[in-house]
Nanobody
Framework: QVQLVESGGGLVQAGGSLRLSCTAS????????MGWYRQAPGKQRGLVASITSSGLTNYAVSVKGRFTISRDNAKNTVYLQMYSLKPEDTAVYYC???????????????WGQGTQVTVSS
């Protein structure tokens, strides 16, 4: 099993910044791509940003230029630095990790519990 623990959500005014963190632990042989998704009320969960183990990044068009994803492979941690936040960024943010299990070498797709980000206007 892989556990993902997120932190850093909260309430911020429009134009403000927040930094989310997500640390993976458990039966991990190799941690591959990690990413952040978000889900607003009444909407489907969608990709915000992702990063491969070698550092290649991908962003949703709506956040490109405002959000930065990074990771610390030594700490099994991925970060999402969010700048110039807008009310439409309000959502529950979920961490995702693609990994290979150390017990059976099977691929794993793991999710965090989610952290609320609320941007007030």
């Amino acid at each position: 099993q892989v556990q993902l623990v997120e932190s850093g959500g909260g309430l911020v005014q429009a134009g403000g910044s927040l930094r989310l963190s997500c640390t993976a632990s458990g039966s991990i042989f190799r941690l591959n791509a990690m990413g952040w998704y978000r889900q607003a009320p009444g909407k489907q969960r969608g990709l915000v940003a992702s990063i491969t183990s070698s550092g290649l990044t991908n962003y949703a068009v709506s956040v490109k230029g405002r959000f930065t994803i990074s990771r610390d492979n030594a700490k099994n941690t991925v970060y999402l630095q969010m700048y110039s936040l807008k009310p439409e960024d309000t959502a529950v943010y979920y961490c995702n990790a693609q990994s290979v299990s150390s017990t059976d070498y099977a691929a794993r797709d793991s999710w965090g519990q989610g952290t609320q980000v609320t941007v007030s206007s």
